[in-house]
């Protein structure tokens, strides 16, 4: 018993104090997208989260939830079509490490939902699978803080999201 103690004890004092000791990060991200729908495209704003498990310092799975809202004009028409969006996408981050951060792009599929009104029309709505991608700059402010400017490509359907994105996230 006193064996397994001493090896409890030691093992305790060995693991390094730093925020990324569960490898766990949350987030939260803000900033503005480009959306085109039908052969159009305007700017929005668009908003999320999200959370990391790091896998080791290179390579990260990342997941979150995003929503966004743009006027887009309607083709042929004065009237603008109202789109809605919300992507959760699931992507594997592939960090490069700098001297006070990190470069990175990362790839996967996102899990989209939009909704389009135009004014005298039936609201449409479609939801499905897409691909989704990005690249990234990280400045780690703290061992457990950085911040980020991210850019973010999402295909949902017959929408096209660009986003530029600006983050925060703390390390666990």
Known sequence: MKRLGLVATLLFCATPASADLLGISVGATVGGS???YQGNDDTGVEYGINGSYHINDILSINAGVVQGSVDVNAPNQLAKNEID?????????????????????????????????????????????GFAGGAGVVFTMLPFIDLSLNYEYRDMGDVTNNAIVFGVSAGL
């Open 34 to 36: 480009r959306v085109e």
């Open 85 to 129: 969006y919300t992507s959760f996408p699931l992507t594997l981050r592939a960090d490069l490490p700098l001297l006070i951060g990190s470069v990175y792009g990362k790839l996967g599929t996102n899990y989209y939902d939009y909704d389009v009104d135009q004014s005298g029309q039936p609201r449409q709505s479609e939801d499905g699978w």
